[in-house]
């Protein structure tokens, strides 16, 4: 099957600084990746959609000068939490959608812990 | 609103049992239809996808879909401790956006 691979799998961050997120499809070519955030105990909760070569696609209520999404290329989507808060500490998820089946292959998540 | 319903659970089966876990949807159109697995403090894993009405086996697990109810389920014969997880079922409504998904129910097989 699909493989996506993130980077880091874990982060702790100092209050105010900046982190960034990679996300890859390893072995098939994504036009369209998303990024979703789960606290714990809680649902998936889609925060962009991000198309390669264009802006991503926010959804409401997330704020898109903290959460900057580039989706450079056909393999690789950043998501990059600027001036993180302790209350920015969560579970960030990717995934990308493989061909017309719309399946979505998630990766394996980030942790995110600011201090 | 685009809905996926499931219930939350928890539902607990003993070993070897059959688990049957029930998702309805709102929106009449959908398209494609997906059940995920997601261990506690893990990413959601694949099981199974289904696109036309009826059944689809893969090993242990059965897919069921309904489109006339608006109904997808999936069954898991000889549960095991293992699949102890919430699964999570989510549907494709429209082309090029992301897929709706359901709050998931926990599954617990006791051993």
């Known amino acids: 099957g699909a493989v996506v691979s993130q980077h880091p799998s874990w982060v702790i961050c100092k209050s105010g600084t900046s982190v960034k997120i990679e996300c890859r499809s390893l072995?098939?070519?994504?036009?369209?990746m998303f990024w979703y955030r789960q606290f714990p105990k809680q649902s998936l909760m889609l925060m962009a959609t991000?198309?390669?070569?264009?802006?991503?696609?926010?959804e409401q209520g997330v704020e898109k000068d903290k959460f900057l999404i580039n989706h450079a290329s056909l393999t690789l989507s950043t998501l990059t939490v600027t001036s993180a808060h302790p209350e920015d500490s969560s579970f960030y998820i990717c995934?990308?959608?493989?061909?017309?089946?719309?399946?979505?292959?998630f990766g394996p998540g980030t942790r995110l812990l600011v201090l | 609103q685009k809905e996926v319903e499931q219930n939350s659970g928890p539902l607990s089966v003993p070993e070897g049992a059959i688990a049957s876990l029930n998702c309805t949807y709102s929106?009449?159109?959908?398209?494609?239809f997906f059940w995920y697995r997601q261990y506690s403090g893990k990413s959601p894993e694949l099981i199974m996808s289904?696109?036309?009405?009826g059944d689809k086996e893969d090993g242990r697990f059965t897919a069921q879909l309904n489109k006339a109810s608006q109904y997808v389920s999936l069954l898991i014969r000889d549960s095991q401790p293992s699949d102890s997880a919430t699964y999570l079922c989510?549907?494709?409504?429209?082309?090029?956006?992301?897929?709706?998904f359901g709050k998931g129910t926990t599954l617990s097989v006791s051993s």
């Open positions: 289904i696109y036309s009405n």
């Open positions: 072995d098939f070519q994504a036009t369209t």
């Open positions: 989510a549907v494709n409504t429209q082309a090029g956006t992301a897929l709706i």
């Open positions: 991000s198309n390669e070569g264009s802006k991503a696609t926010y």
């Open positions: 929106d009449r159109v959908s398209q494609s």
């Open positions: 995934s990308a959608r493989d061909g017309p089946q719309e399946t979505q292959y």
